[in-house]
T-cell receptor
């Protein structure tokens, strides 16, 4: 069974428009949640992470995500995107406090157009 | 500069010809791992290593071998590559296995097996 589901495989968006990338996970216990970005021809880079505490997490490059335990979601948002935000975005989870292995979603490709 | 390096970045080979993809990190990290990235599947872990001489299988280890003789290096070995191993491979490292530690990714190796 898929541990992490990214609901959109492709998200086209116009420059300066907002974007939301959806991520749901399947776990009934404590989880640790991450968003990574992969720019073209590069490795993955951490955008933000939720380990505990405030459910609204702010990351680099103006991105933020909200952990919603009741909906088992961790959606990523940016209020105004730039052309340079064109990339593939991966949601990842560590599924328990006894584990450290990252499980990745399938990825969402964001294409920002002028 | 702190980084994870991989070589080669691109490789085209034929079925059955043994190959090694090298991975090196200069951050004195204990934990290293290999992933493959395939369209629609995200990243899947192949093997990981908790420290020198300690390696274990990830989710998709079949057809791969690894070794960890030194802390900084974690080569991925394909003894007899097959076309289904055509993929984008990433090496990653982190200080030690734990939810709080960010994983640093290499730039990727694109492998084509004909």
């Amino acid at each position: 069974a898929q541990s992490v589901t990214q609901l959109d495989s492709q998200v086209p968006v116009f420059e300066e428009a907002p974007v939301e990338l959806r991520c749901n996970y399947s776990s009934s216990v404590s989880v640790y949640l991450f968003w990574y970005v992969q720019y073209p021809n590069q490795g993955l880079q951490l955008l933000l992470k939720y380990l505990s505490g405030s459910t609204l997490v702010k990351g680099i490059n103006g991105f933020e995500a909200e952990f919603n335990k009741s909906q088992t979601s961790f959606h990523l948002r940016k209020p105004s995107v730039h052309i340079s935000d064109t990339a593939e975005y991966f949601c990842a989870v560590i599924l328990s406090s006894n584990d450290y292995k990252l499980s990745f979603g399938a990825g969402t490709t964001v294409t920002v157009r002028a | 500069e702190a980084q994870v390096t991989q070589n080669p970045r691109y490789l085209i080979t034929v079925t059955g010809k043994k190959l090694t993809v090298t991975c090196s990190q200069n951050m004195n990290h204990e934990y290293m791992s290999w992933y493959r990235q395939d369209p629609g599947l995200g990243l899947r872990q192949i093997y990981y290593s908790m420290n020198v001489e300690v390696t274990d299988k990830g989710d998709v280890p079949e057809g791969y071998k690894v070794s960890r003789k030194e802390k900084r290096n974690f080569p991925l070995i394909l003894e007899s590559p097959s076309p289904n191993q055509t993929s984008l491979y990433f090496c990653a490292s982190t200080l030690w296995a734990g939810q709080h530690n960010e994983q640093f990714f290499g730039p990727g190796t694109r492998l084509t097996v004909l």
